[in-house]
């Protein structure tokens, strides 16, 4: 079965270092990858998704991933962190044959705090 | 354009009691899934629906019901609330499948049973 492991639940960082959310998942075939963010009592947004077009994915507000089949990774990494950031990320997984309506396997979470 | 709404954001209910929570979408979307977020455990499929008229069951199906009478709608029942109900309910929808189509979510609903 399809599973997602974020390593660490909650990461703090200074405002303008590296951010890095590390996101691992278990599939013998690359599936489709998410990752999406909720900011304090609101649903969850879309940040980017890798669906096989580039191993290096841009999304909103900075963020960006990369796929590592080799090492089955979908890290999370923005250069320069800014107090906006601060939220709960969450990493996804969906099979890339996907029988109809399966639907995405979420992450635990990881809480991003930012520091001036 | 709305997106994703729900109904109501917060709600108190005793043990036992029954509630129905709304979700309604204005995108036309097919799909249609309820999630519950419980510290820690991220989120969790309860229910999901591929189009109108139809349902099945996610991860944690136990306790409630659904139904999706009309496009725009997908109802979540709880029939005797129990405490380990307690937690945020998240409404999503998408246009397809969620392997290559994003998911929009609503706001959610936070429920708390005594």
């Known amino acids: 079965a399809q599973s997602v492991t974020q390593l660490g639940s909650h990461v703090s960082v200074s405002e303008g270092a590296l951010v890095l959310l590390r996101c691992n998942y278990s599939?013998?075939?690359?599936?489709?990858l998410f990752w999406y963010v909720q900011y304090p009592n609101q649903g969850l947004q879309l940040l980017l998704k890798?669906?096989?077009?580039?191993?290096l994915v841009k999304g909103i507000n900075g963020f960006e991933a990369e796929f590592k089949k080799s090492e089955t990774s979908f890290h999370l990494t923005k250069p320069s962190a800014h107090m906006s950031d601060a939220a709960e990320y969450f990493c996804?997984?969906?099979?890339?044959?996907?029988?109809?309506?399966?639907?995405?396997?979420f992450g635990k979470g990881t809480t991003l705090s930012v520091s001036s | 354009n709305a997106g994703v709404t729900q109904t109501p954001k917060f709600r108190v209910l005793k043990t036992g009691q029954s509630m129905t929570l709304l979700c309604a979408q204005d995108m036309n979307h097919e799909y249609m899934y309820w999630y519950r977020q419980d510290p820690g455990m991220g989120l969790r499929l309860i229910h999901y629906?591929?189009?109108?008229?139809?349902?099945a069951k996610g991860e944690v199906p136990d306790g409630y019901n659904v139904s999706r009478l009309k496009k725009q709608n997908f109802l979540l029942g709880l029939e005797s609330a129990a405490p380990s109900q307690t937690s945020v309910y998240f409404c999503?929808?998408?246009?397809?499948?969620?392997?290559?189509?994003?998911?929009?979510f609503g706001p959610g609903t936070r429920l708390t049973v005594t």
């Open positions: 890798y669906t096989s077009a580039a191993t």
């Open positions: 629906s591929v189009g109108e008229g139809t349902t």
């Open positions: 999503a929808s998408s246009s397809r499948g969620p392997g290559l189509y994003e998911q929009y």
């Open positions: 599939s013998s075939v690359p599936p489709y």
């Open positions: 996804a997984v969906s099979p890339r044959f996907n029988q109809a309506g399966t639907a995405l396997i």
